[in-house]
């Protein structure tokens, strides 16, 4: 699984949160991070080129997830079983998390599923640790372990 997000490289409060759930992943939860430059251009522009290097970094079978709070809200037992459903297909899993202002149209067609963590709106920082606690989380539920409780 790959994880690209664009904005600043992990604080390190994020980084040791990250850090925790990332050793416990095992293959193919595991995940490989690609962190985009923000751009330093007004609204329109910077949506437009951010969506532009992340449309440039993925690839034609990549089964994308973009993280927006318009999209899909899923208990963690689903997105286990839709992460289980798209390794055993062998595509590669990508998570998208785009800039402070969104992805351009072009990229939302692009993905294979828009989901949402919350209605609340969420630090870009805070969505990566979650993201990565909630891989963990369908992880564990696809183990058949302890960790999530119904």
Not at 22 to 47: C, I, N, T
Not at 98 to 111: C, D, F, M, P, T
Request: with cysteine.
């Amino acid at each position: 699984m790959k994880i690209i997000a664009v904005g600043k490289k992990h604080e390190s409060w994020i980084e040791s949160g990250l850090e925790r759930y990332q050793k416990r992943l095992r293959k193919p939860y595991g995940v490989e991070w690609l962190l985009l430059p923000h751009s330093s251009k007004d609204e329109p522009e910077a949506r437009c080129t951010e969506s532009e290097a992340i449309l440039s970094k993925l690839k034609t079978g990549d089964f994308v997830i973009l993280l927006d709070e318009t999209g899909e809200i899923l208990s963690s037992p689903t997105v286990s079983s839709r992460l289980e459903r798209t390794l055993s297909s062998s595509r590669e899993i990508v998570f998208v998390i785009g800039g402070a202002y969104g992805v351009s149209a072009e990229l939302k067609q692009r993905v294979d599923l828009i989901w949402s963590l919350s209605r609340l709106v969420f630090p870009h920082q805070l969505v990566r640790l979650i993201l990565i606690e909630q891989l963990y989380r369908a992880q564990e539920i696809a183990a058949g372990n302890p960790y999530h409780h119904n």
